[in-house]
């Protein structure tokens, strides 16, 4: 009997040794470089607001504590932002940026259930003109307001006519 305890012990102290490295890596990532709009995942996902138009809500929202996103319009990919290091606010690199086209530089975690997850590395602003503002040919306002005219979600937008 001692023996196998012997021999049992002996077994799990080796596989565990052998595990330890496992343990200690963390998360697989790789580097990208997405362009995308930075939204508000509650107004967003919620009732469908997004754009220049609801950035006054989007700024309440991020008062309030919500975590932003990045949202590849091209692809129609959502990612969840996050920093890059612990103790860091996630909203603090994309916070001047909110409903505006950026272009981010991270590290990509594929998180269980598909989530894509994007650690803020480096933030840029979109070039202006027509790829960071598709409506600019149309509407002379839309350095102010992008795509106002055609914003079907105007009118259901609870902060539109609200300043904060």
Not at 36 to 64: F, P, S, W, Y
Not at 92 to 107: A, F, P
Not at 128 to 134: K, L, M
Request: charged share 20%; proline share 6%; with cysteine.
């Amino acid at each position: 009997m001692k023996v196998w305890c012997r021999v049992l012990t002996v077994l799990v102290a080796v596989l565990a040794a052998g595990a330890a490295p496992a343990w200690a890596q963390g998360a697989k990532h790789k580097p990208v470089t997405v362009t995308g709009r930075v939204v508000d995942n509650i107004c967003m996902l919620g009732m469908g607001l997004k754009g220049e138009g609801h950035r006054e809500c989007a700024i309440g929202c991020d008062k309030a504590g919500a975590r932003m996103a990045l949202l590849d319009e091209k692809a129609n990919v959502l990612y969840t932002l996050m920093a890059d290091k612990p103790f860091v606010d996630p909203n603090s690199q994309i916070r001047e940026h909110l409903e505006r086209i950026v272009t981010i530089k991270g590290d990509l975690y594929e998180a269980p259930g598909g989530q894509k997850v994007l650690a803020i590395k480096e933030v840029q602003a979109a070039q202006a003109g027509s790829a960071a503002n598709p409506c600019a040919a149309q509407n002379p306002c839309a350095a102010k307001n992008p795509c106002a005219a055609k914003n079907p979600c105007a009118a259901k937008n609870p902060c539109a006519t609200k300043k904060q």
